[in-house]
């Protein structure tokens, strides 16, 4: 398991280059979400370590997941990924593409 708490350059530069590349799903929860619409700030596609979360509001230590249907091909790399995040101190919530998609409320 990867201990760094900081984010290695290339993750950083993997960061930046998915914050260009929004899945609709994605697109259409960061419109909810950003400028402090919840009253909390998240940032998108924020390195933490290896991993690099969709969503992350630093202040509450909370991390917004997004699945599409690869993950049912990644469960034991998505829970290795989640274990991580929850030792740098983060709670992870994970919603399916599909529920933001047509439910997003």
């Known amino acids: 398991m990867p201990r ?5 350059p290339k993750t950083r ?12 799903a994605e697109g ?7 400028n402090d619409q919840l009253g ?3 940032r998108r596609q924020h390195a933490i370590g290896i991993y ?3 969503f992350v509001c ?3 230590k909370l991390i917004i997941e ?9 469960e034991e790399y998505d829970k290795e990924r989640t274990k ?16 933001v998609m047509n439910n997003i409320e």
């Open 4 to 8: 760094p708490s900081r984010s290695d």
């Open 13 to 24: 530069t993997r960061a930046i280059e998915l914050r260009k590349e929004l899945t609709p």
């Open 28 to 34: 259409k929860l960061w419109s909810r979400i950003r």
């Open 40 to 42: 909390v700030n998240f």
């Open 52 to 54: 690099i979360p969709d």
């Open 58 to 60: 630093i202040h509450k």
């Open 66 to 74: 997004l699945d599409g249907s690869q993950h049912l091909e990644q």
């Open 84 to 99: 991580y995040l929850e030792t740098q101190g983060y709670r992870v919530i994970r919603y399916w593409n599909n529920d």
